[in-house]
C-alpha cells in the first residue's frame, strides 16, 4: 500500500502480503500533515485508489 500527498509524493509505504483482507495502518505515527492524501492499493485486476482526508 502507498500514501501519496496532495502533489503526488509518496509519504509512506505499508507492506502487506497478498491475500490480506485488513491492512492495519495510523497515519498520525508516520507524522503526516493535515491534509488530503491518496491511498493506492495493487491487485491482480489494477490499482485501488481512495482519497482521505487527515486531521488532527
Given at each position: ?15 502487506f ?13 508516520a ?26
Amino acid at each position: 500500500m502507498n500514501v501519496y500527498d496532495i502533489s503526488g509524493r509518496l509519504v509512506a509505504q505499508v507492506p502487506f502480503n497478498k491475500g490480506e483482507r485488513v491492512i492495519n495502518w495510523n497515519p498520525r505515527k508516520a507524522s503526516l500533515a493535515n491534509g488530503i492524501y491518496f491511498v493506492t492499493l495493487e491487485k491482480d485486476d489494477g490499482v485501488l485508489t481512495q482519497k482521505f482526508v487527515l486531521t488532527h
